[in-house]
């Protein structure tokens, strides 16, 4: 029997196809440390994002995020997960009311974004008065976004 040299110049690639339902196709993950004031009374950015291309437009998206908040003497700290610019919280996904105190909100969402174009995840904050903290003493928040094939 004749042999057959193989010419091979890298790692295969297996399809995506190939992969049963649920399985992970990729991760992006994206870690902050700013200290940040944050005085608004509407939601606006934090450093904590991250950018993920999903392959396929029936793969959903699940996000992980935590972040440490240090509450004023007085207020609300509301925090939420966005897509761009669309809340995923249907208003927020915690509040934080106790005052003075160092507390980490955290964020777990699967969704659906059907579509093959970048998506930018976030997690954006408010107050309802007063000065309080994100990251304080440069404290990390984290958040991740894995690609599940449905």
């Known amino acids: 029997m004749a042999l057959t040299k193989l010419n091979f110049s890298g790692q295969p690639t297996l399809p995506v196809s190939s992969f049963p339902t649920g399985s992970v196709l990729q991760v992006k993950e994206n870690t902050a440390q700013t200290e940040a004031a944050l005085t608004t009374t509407s939601y606006s950015a934090t450093s904590t994002t991250v950018q993920i291309t999903p392959s396929s437009s029936t793969s959903t ?78 404290a990390m928040s984290t958040i991740v976004a894995m690609e599940i094939k449905q």
């Not at 908040?69 to 700290?77: D, P």
């Not at 897509?83 to 964020?107: A, C, K, M, Q, W």
């Open 61 to 138: 998206i699940l996000v992980m995020g935590r972040m440490p908040f240090q509450t004023a003497s007085s207020g609300m700290i509301s925090f939420s997960l966005f897509r761009d610019s669309t809340n995923l919280g249907n208003n927020d996904f915690g509040r934080i009311y106790i005052p003075s105190t160092d507390v980490e909100g955290t964020v777990i969402f699967e969704d659906s974004p059907s579509t093959t174009s970048q998506i930018t995840y976030s997690i954006q904050a408010k107050v309802s008065s007063g000065t309080h903290y994100i990251n304080i003493n440069n």
